[in-house]
């Protein structure tokens, strides 16, 4: 089975930024996607960010357009967040897909970083 831990998560103020990493280790599927979500207190789990295999696809939520960056270097995986609002706090979760490109659907999911932004 596949083990994804995340890290970098942390308390930052209105307009900080973060860089939250994801190792990929153990029985690694032979090519896999890998994307983030986020849960806020009280709220759904929402897609944030996916990374294709190869790292030429990627993809955004609207609410999180042009503030976050999203990266792989082969069994890690980076989201760099920018001009992070009070809204953005959540917990995150790194989360990945076999096979070349996101599918949506993870096989596998990380234990979540906190990421707190205080106004």
């Known amino acids: 089975q596949m083990q994804l831990v995340e890290s970098g998560g942390g308390m930052v103020q209105a307009g900080g930024s973060l860089r939250l990493s994801c190792v990929a280790s153990g029985r690694l599927f032979s090519t896999f996607a890998m994307g983030w979500f986020r849960q806020a207190p009280g709220k759904e789990r929402e897609f944030v960010s996916s990374?294709?295999?190869?790292?030429?696809t990627r993809n955004y939520a609207d609410s999180v357009k042009g503030r976050v960056s999203i990266s792989r270097n082969k069994n890690t995986m980076y989201l760099q967040m920018n001009s992070l609002k009070p809204e953005d706090t959540a917990v995150y979760y790194c989360?990945?897909?076999?096979?070349?490109?996101?599918?949506?659907?993870?096989?596998?999911w990380g234990q979540g970083t906190q990421v707190t932004v205080s106004s």
């Open positions: 989360a990945a897909n076999a096979g070349r490109l996101w599918t949506g659907n993870p096989n596998s």
């Open positions: 990374i294709s295999w190869s790292g030429s």
